[in-house]
């Protein structure tokens, strides 16, 4: 018999609206349900696939809006088809050309205070370009938190993302328990890149988001009390 499709589920109760923005774009918008007295946590998306035509813009997409809906955090968006970032994770010694002054995955990895890894699966597992990326940076990831939204066929991308645990724990990066995952996903958006289960999608967001404001604070002030060297 045919399956049904799933979506993310959640464990928390907001609806929310989602909005149109760019996945290669900074959000920083205010929210009237998460105030918040510290600086934001600067939160890295990296977009994982390369391949023309991916379907990581919609999903990216999507969750920078989730995002820009806090104001206890600011997004900054990785790219890995970005010219420079593909140029420089070819292990090249120049940069696309222009790109010279651009700071090095590593730096930019380095400046922030937690991840969420946007990943596809391909063949029960992630993309190359992505093992590069994580590979190509070392101590820039120690004692930061990592989460993942992860889109496939009826496993919704889950296989790659277990995968990606154990990576990110050699690295001594924290993964986040829960995830958000879109199973059959090119039925789960309109053309206009948004799901049609807000409701869902939102609540499943949230809860992602809330574990890494947590532990994303929780581990940037203890590696400004003590420096890890794990």
């Known amino acids: 018999m045919p399956q049904t499709p799933r979506t ?36 890295g998306v990296l977009i994982g696939s390369v391949r023309p035509g991916r379907f990581a813009d919609k999903v990216s997409q999507w969750f920078v809006s989730e995002i820009g809906r806090r104001d206890d955090m600011e997004t900054h968006v990785i790219d890995l088809s970005e010219p420079a970032l593909a140029d420089e994770l070819k292990l090249t010694l120049e940069r696309a050309a222009g790109s010279g002054d651009a700071p090095t995955l ?25 093992k590069l990326a994580i590979d190509y940076v070392y101590r820039e990831w120690r004692a930061k938190p990592v989460g993942f939204v992860s889109y496939g066929g009826m496993a919704g991308g889950q296989r790659a993302v277990e995968q990606l645990r154990q990576v990110f724990a050699e690295l001594h990066a924290v993964t986040l328990r829960d995830t958000v995952s879109f199973h059959m996903a090119w039925e789960q958006f309109d053309d206009e890149g948004r799901p049609h289960d807000q409701d869902g999608t939102a609540k499943a967001a949230a809860v992602l988001l809330d574990q890494l404001a947590w532990w994303g604070l929780t581990l940037r002030e203890g590696r400004a009390a003590r420096p890890y060297d794990g």
């Open 106 to 130: 590593a730096e930019r990895i380095g400046g922030l205070d937690g991840f969420v890894v946007v990943t596809p699966e391909y063949n029960h597992g992630y993309p190359a370009s992505l």
């Open 8 to 43: 993310p589920v959640s464990r928390t109760s907001r609806t929310s609206q989602v909005p149109q923005t760019s996945p290669a774009s900074q959000v920083s918008q205010t929210s009237r349900t998460h105030q918040s007295p510290q600086p934001p946590l600067k939160i």
